[in-house]
């Protein structure tokens, strides 16, 4: 079982290039969001999605773009990389009953130069 | 705005002791809490799920309490061994649509041998 799938693994960009990260996951699963880790601070929500076709923004937003067409794949477009999105991005997914486990994939590192 | 909060100290304990780790919450009301445990370069995993009208949970080692009073779950691994030292993350859900978390930002255990 593949479970979550993110690529790629590490990335390093320039400030103002833009980039897709991409996730893929292989359960069927109805919901799926990304997530940012910083040192300290915890996992803090960036967007999810309840469905294909239909997403939301979550806790930190600015800077991001997402769009679901596929149950499969949910990905998270930075537009114009900034220092400040420098951090691990994780992607979970879920089953659509109230309080189902996330499972998450091994993320992305992402340095921002 | 909500808040939940985990030990951002490192807990250190030799093997074969109990470890407890402690999660609070602030201005917020979890219909239920999850815990995770990540290692290095990994995704979080789950671990255990506790809603607001259980007191207790127990999965082999692991235990958790809630206690909507204190506004505190703890976590708690019995006869610890080397292999449990990792991040454990408490994270907060309110049935809502997405089953998104509020996370607290870890608690980094150490078994030693």
């Known amino acids: 079982n593949a479970g979550v799938t993110q690529t790629p693994k590490f990335q390093v960009l320039k400030t103002g290039q833009s980039m897709t990260l991409q996730c893929a996951q292989d359960?069927?699963?109805?919901?799926m969001s990304w997530y940012r880790q910083d040192p300290g601070m915890g996992l803090r929500l960036i967007h999810y999605s309840v469905g294909a076709g239909i997403t939301d923004q979550g806790e930190v937003p600015n800077g991001y773009n997402v769009s679901r067409s596929t149950t499969e794949d949910f990905p998270l477009r930075l537009l114009s990389a900034a220092p400040s999105q420098t951090s691990v991005y994780f992607c979970a997914s879920s089953r659509r009953q109230g309080r189902q486990p996330q499972h998450f994939g091994d993320g992305t590192r992402l340095s921002i130069l | 705005s909500q808040k939940i909060e985990q030990n951002s100290e490192a807990l250190n304990i030799q093997e074969g002791k109990t470890a407890t780790l402690t999660c609070n919450y602030t201005n917020y009301s979890p219909a239920y809490l999850q815990w995770y445990r990540q290692d290095p370069g990994r995704g979080p995993v789950f671990l255990l799920l506790i809603r607001e009208n259980e007191k207790e949970k127990r999965k082999e080692r692991l235990k958790v309490t809630f206690d909507t009073t204190l506004k505190q779950s703890l976590f708690h691994i019995t006869a610890s061994q080397p292999a449990d030292s990792a991040t454990y993350l408490c994270g907060c859900g309110n049935n809502n649509a997405g089953n998104m978390l509020t996370f607290g930002g870890g608690t980094r255990l150490m078994v030693k041998p």
């Open positions: 359960m069927n699963h109805e919901y």
